[in-house]
């Protein structure tokens, strides 16, 4: 079956531009995660999902930061005002439930460069 | 805060050479143990997860991992690896809570 897609898989901005990020999860998913993988931070946790509660935001680095998920199902992560450190691949996984013992599935990934 | 330690960053090894990989976390309670791996050019996949039961678990590819809970390690093992092992492997901890808090990864590259 088709696991998690993300889009667009690369994205070079300049300083300053907002910039959308799309994540489409595996169907029936309930739960869906938003990292960043970055050299010298390594896999950091930014938002999490769980089926229509409020979503879990204590990862998120600063205001600029944001993220929906519409429907239960598409999530979009919105970088405002995007600054060079932002620069980083952006991965989403989702899960069946949300449970800390799921397996989370990850997508490709989005290749944010900020110029 | 909790923290998730992998000693080694970079690991070269010939072809069916042993392999171990140590993690360490930093939480006094109930943890739930994953090992991912990303081959190059691939997205994470899950290795294997420990979150009861049995504390040695066995993964795909051939490996397993042994919790220790006195020594809070999750130690990942190979007995033999292949060339097409290289990849970067990631050890990670959800407790509290649902995301994933992850080591920084080990490099590993496996020579013919």
């Known amino acids: 079956g088709a696991g998690v897609s993300q889009s667009p898989s690369n994205k070079v901005t300049e300083k300053g531009k907002d910039v959308e990020l799309r994540c489409d999860p595996i169907?029936?998913?309930?739960?869906l995660y938003w990292y960043r993988q970055s050299l010298g931070q390594g896999l950091e946790f930014l938002i999490y999902?769980?089926?229509?509660?409020?979503?879990?935001k204590s990862g998120l680095p600063s205001d600029r930061f944001s993220a929906e998920r519409t429907g239960g199902s598409v999530s979009t992560l919105t970088i405002q005002r995007t600054q060079q450190e932002d620069s980083a691949v952006y991965l989403c996984?989702?899960?069946?439930?949300?449970?800390?013992?799921?397996?989370?599935?990850f997508g490709p990934g989005t290749r944010l460069t900020v110029l | 805060a909790q923290s998730v330690s992998q000693h080694n960053h970079h690991v070269i090894l010939s072809e069916a050479a042993s392999l171990e990989l140590g993690c360490n976390y930093s939480?006094?309670?109930?943890?739930?143990l994953f090992w991912y791996v990303q081959y190059p050019g691939q997205h994470l996949q899950l290795l294997l997860k420990?979150?009861?039961?049995?504390?040695l678990v066995k993964g795909i590819k051939g490996f397993e991992a042994e919790f220790i809970k006195s020594k809070f390690s999750f130690n990942l093992r190979k007995p033999s690896v292949q060339w097409s092992d290289t990849a970067e492997y990631f050890c990670?901890?959800?407790?509290?809570?649902?995301?994933?808090?992850f080591g920084k990864g080990t490099s590993l590259l496996v020579t013919p």
């Open positions: 996984a989702s899960s069946p439930r949300t449970s800390p013992t799921d397996t989370q599935y």
């Open positions: 169907s029936g998913h309930t739960a």
């Open positions: 999902f769980q089926g229509n509660s409020a979503p879990d």
């Open positions: 939480y006094g309670g109930t943890v739930n």
């Open positions: 420990y979150f009861s039961g049995d504390p």
């Open positions: 990670a901890v959800n407790a509290p809570g649902y995301a994933l808090n």
